[in-house]
């Protein structure tokens, strides 16, 4: 199988705060991982690539001091979203394949909501 | 960058008839195209892929098929049943030989008519 989990499956925060989502592959390592958003009745976008041991590739228009990315390691990438506002509330979610694959695996998804 | 057109944006069918949607892309060095069933508040899901070597592809009640010179992709789902309702969205990328981000198109709310 290739399972791929998020924490957490929904958050509420205050404007001004950061969160921090997490993406872990649960039975296979995942070299690239990516960061998609989904906004209500919307298509899925892409945000980045995250990428283990390097940087993050961004998507035209996406801040990258704004959603920190990390790729410690082969299962598990985080996404913060620093200083968040209303604006920011969407549907998160996170993908991983398999090496050598094109197959994208996608996580639960993480429900931000930024008061 | 690659651009994915989807239509139509909803589509209601009576149980048990044809259900097709197709999509179009922009880039002619996508090679893989892969289709996602998303249901409310869910994960997408992936119910079937097409390489750019590849025509048709057929599984079950769920079949795609490709044409590469027109640049244009479609879904079709036979004998349609209710747990068939929901959201499917297209996608189109380049992969090199491994998984790479996806372009999605706006997807299409199919609605299966009891």
């Known amino acids: 199988g290739a399972v791929v989990s998020q924490h957490p499956s929904r958050v509420i925060c205050k404007s001004g705060t950061s969160v921090k989502i997490e993406c872990r592959s649960l039975?296979?390592?995942?070299?690239?991982m990516f960061w998609y958003r989904q906004f209500p009745k919307q298509s899925l976008m892409l945000m980045a690539t995250?990428?283990?041991?390097?940087?993050?590739?961004?998507e035209q228009g996406v801040e990258k001091d704004k959603f920190l990315i990390n790729h410690a390691s082969l299962t598990l990438s985080t996404l913060t979203v620093t200083s968040a506002h209303p604006e920011d509330s969407s549907f998160y979610i996170c993908?991983?394949?398999?090496?050598?694959?094109?197959?994208?695996?996608f996580g639960p998804g993480t429900r931000l909501l930024v008061l | 960058g690659e651009n994915v057109e989807q239509h139509p944006s909803t589509l209601s069918v009576q149980e048990g008839d044809s259900a097709v949607i197709k999509c179009t892309y922009s880039d002619s060095a996508s090679n893989y195209f892969p289709w996602y069933k998303q249901e409310l508040g869910k994960r997408p899901q992936l119910i079937i892929d097409i390489r750019s070597n590849v025509g048709e592809k057929k599984d079950q009640r769920i079949a795609v098929t490709l044409n590469k010179t027109a640049k244009h992709f479609s879904l079709h789902i036979t004998e349609t049943q209710p747990e068939d309702s929901a959201v499917y969205f297209c996608?189109?990328?380049?992969?090199?030989?491994?998984?790479?981000?996806?372009?999605f198109g706006k997807g299409t709310h199919l609605i299966i008519q009891p």
């Open positions: 996608a189109a990328v380049f992969s090199g030989g491994g998984a790479d981000g996806l372009t």
């Open positions: 039975d296979f390592q995942a070299t690239t």
């Open positions: 995250s990428n283990e041991g390097s940087k993050a590739t961004y």
């Open positions: 993908s991983a394949g398999k090496a050598g694959l094109e197959t994208q695996y």
